[in-house]
């Protein structure tokens, strides 16, 4: 393909090609503040930016970052907004669209005290590995190559416009003043640190500076090749599930019921009210008719109920411990020292074990639920109830022995971790042989920890211990709640999905359970929910979990190949019933693909797409020869489906 040709000049032919809105570039902006990069037609090109805020002599710098503040994220139209705060320093940050390939970002600060500071910075950061020998110019010093740029040190340049070109890709940044530019080393990172403000801040001053971005490069569009084996098959997927913990009595009945009614969910997780089923141990909560529960603890058993009746497979999960179950008075936040959660009490195991098996023989006896798994909700973390991997041990031994001897066939999950980068947790548990008889199901939460390396060792977990593995939070960003609107961005929904398509592929599990399918972090928009009083409508990150929750129930992991970087693949199938479901993410342009590997018995692929345009449009595919031919749009999640 033949590449762009590139001038010195770009910045200015990029205005000029403004077009419609169709033709603007998209910046890929995180809630936080933070840009990943420009996409055109669907190709990221690719650079980082952050807020820094840095104080004298550099001896601390604080930077935007998730999970590190508090933002407010909202759009209009083709701009985006972002509020945080810094220490005593508030940012407004918007992006806006100008043209092809080209964004508007302006930094507003306001300051609430006077504060000694080296400056606030807009930290540009640009690939190493695609800008390191780039040919490097600004508006104030000749064209010279990145390379001879003494970047093992700092360096500083006054300018306005910075340029950096290669063969195939190009940036350029313009700051609506000329100033001095700081270049600072790094691994994998050219850094550049353009001013905001140099120097203090005084209280009650407002500091504000524009910078316009502009990229261009090829277009990849290099036709694919995926091949599916299906001579092999691993474990099966039951398929999708979801979270129904009731936190919103107004919104959440109108949403469960819209997710229920319109897409097949194969497990269901919900909440045991602990505090509230037995706040006190002289309480005998076994002895009250249901009208007589705590209305949080009887919704609760009436939402199990609902999926048992749908015969979905119930998880019951605790986060809220009654005070005479833990050491020390409630805690229910992070303290100073960033410690969540309490412990149990060992003194109180036994009534412990007996309060929890109480509740479940009552959901069975009661409202005719029986328990497949029971887990305390992020106990590594401690929300709420804080263990160490040896008390999880522990804990599951003594409480299966409990459910045991009361004859529950109720197992204990093995983790339900926070997240995937706390595998240790899970080491004295899954190596101790007297814990085995009383785990059913190898679990962590997807909020974190999506490196393939990381989630090879839950996959491993559940092969060693040979449990099925749930997912029993799915979900990208733990602290989305504080920014809903970031949930009906286009990057959110295909990033959550890209991950989804990943677990399926490396960890294989028996079910991905959805971070909710209730009016929190919720996949609708409408009805009241994060105070949007339009009609209940689904969002385009609905369509893809319900085209996710169409492949046809207990498949089988099977392999598939595939050569291009910018695709996310999983494979599943029964040769036996000859049914197959290969699930695609396109996180990069419009391309050909060529899918080979198909059975003979096939003949026709039912395909559906989910994109921001196409909510699972449907169209379908011949097979000839064990092979089709299809487009994939940019952007999107694509479903193969075989008749």
């Not at 020292?337 to 069975?364: E, F, H, M, V």
């Not at 997240?419 to 199901?441: E, L, R, S, V």
Request: proline share 6%; aromatic share 12%; with cysteine.
């Amino acid at each position: 393909m033949r590449p762009y040709n590139f001038s010195k000049y770009f910045f200015v032919a990029f205005l000029l090609l403004a077009g419609t809105k169709q033709a603007f570039a998209q910046a890929e902006l995180m809630p936080y503040g933070n840009l990943n990069g420009i996409r055109i037609k669907g190709q990221l090109m690719p650079f980082g930016t952050r807020i820094a805020v840095v104080g004298p002599d550099w001896k601390k710098v604080s930077f935007t970052a998730k999970e590190k503040q508090k933002p407010k994220f909202e759009r209009h139209s083709d701009e985006e907004i972002v509020n945080t705060d810094i220490d005593s320093l508030h940012f407004t940050e918007t992006v806006k669209d100008i043209g092809r390939g080209s964004i508007r970002l302006t930094i507003t600060v306001s300051s609430h005290q006077d504060t000694p500071l080296d400056g606030i910075y807009l930290a540009v950061g640009l690939p190493k590995l695609v800008f390191n020998n780039s040919k490097f110019s600004s508006d104030e010093g000749p064209e010279q190559v990145v390379t001879n740029l003494s970047l093992e040190n700092e360096y500083r340049l006054k300018a306005s416009l910075l340029s950096f070109i290669v063969p195939k890709q190009s940036f350029s940044i313009r700051s609506d003043s000329a100033t001095e530019i700081l270049f600072k080393p790094e691994r994998e990172n050219i850094r550049l640190y353009l001013p905001v403000h140099s120097g203090s801040v005084v209280n009650g001053q407002v500091y504000s500076r524009t910078f316009d971005i502009s990229v261009n490069g090829e277009i990849d569009q290099t036709p694919a090749e995926l091949k599916l084996d299906t001579s092999r098959s691993g474990n099966k997927f039951a398929g999708f599930g979801g979270n129904f913990r009731l936190q919103n009595p107004q919104a959440d009945p109108e949403v469960i019921d819209y997710c229920l009614k319109n897409m097949r969910v194969a497990w269901g997780r919900v909440e045991m009210p602990w505090s509230a089923w037995q706040p006190d141990t002289t309480a005998d909560p076994t002895v009250l008719d249901t009208a007589q529960l705590n209305p949080h603890v009887r919704n609760a058993m009436l939402m199990a109920r609902r999926l048992a009746d749908k015969n979905i497979p119930v998880i019951l999960t605790a986060w809220f411990p009654p005070e005479w179950a833990v050491v020390g008075k409630l805690n229910f936040g992070p303290t100073a020292q960033g410690i969540w959660g309490n412990p149990l009490s060992r003194a109180a195991l036994p009534r412990i074990y007996r309060s929890i098996t109480d509740y479940i023989l009552y959901l069975k006896s009661h409202y005719n639920v029986d328990v497949t798994y029971f887990s305390f909700n992020e106990s590594d973390l401690g929300i709420n109830i804080r263990q160490t991997g040896e008390e999880h041990d522990d804990l599951i031994k003594g409480l299966g022995a409990w459910f045991q001897l009361k004859g529950l066939k109720t197992k204990l999950l093995l983790g339900d971790n926070s997240d995937a980068n706390t595998y240790a947790f899970i080491y004295p548990a899954m190596n101790d042989p007297q814990a085995k008889p009383y785990m059913g199901a190898v679990s962590f939460h997807s909020w974190r920890g999506w490196g393939t390396e990381t989630l090879k060792k839950w996959a491993d977990a559940s092969k060693q211990t040979d449990l099925p593995l749930i997912v029993g939070e799915g979900s990208i960003d733990a602290a989305a709640w504080e920014y809903p609107a970031y949930f009906q961005e286009q990057s959110y929904a295909l990033e959550e999905i890209n991950l989804y398509t990943r677990l399926l592929a490396i960890c294989q599990p028996l079910s991905i359970l959805q971070w909710q399918l209730t009016a929190d972090y919720s996949p609708l928009k409408g009805g009241g929910i994060f105070g949007d009083n339009g009609p209940l409508e689904p969002t385009q990150r609905f369509w893809n979990l319900k085209q996710l929750a169409s492949t046809p129930k207990d498949l089988y992991a099977m392999p598939i190949s595939n050569n291009c970087s910018d695709f996310s693949c999983a494979a599943l199938g029964d040769n036996k019933l000859r049914q197959y479901a290969v699930h695609l993410v396109n996180n990069g342009p419009e391309r050909l693909v060529q899918l080979t590997g198909i059975p003979e018995s096939v003949k026709k692929l039912d395909v559906y797409i989910t994109n921001y345009r196409s909510d699972m449009k449907h169209k379908t595919l011949v097979v000839k020869n064990g092979q089709c031919d299809f487009n994939a749009d940019q952007r999107s999640f694509i479903s193969l489906f075989s008749r």
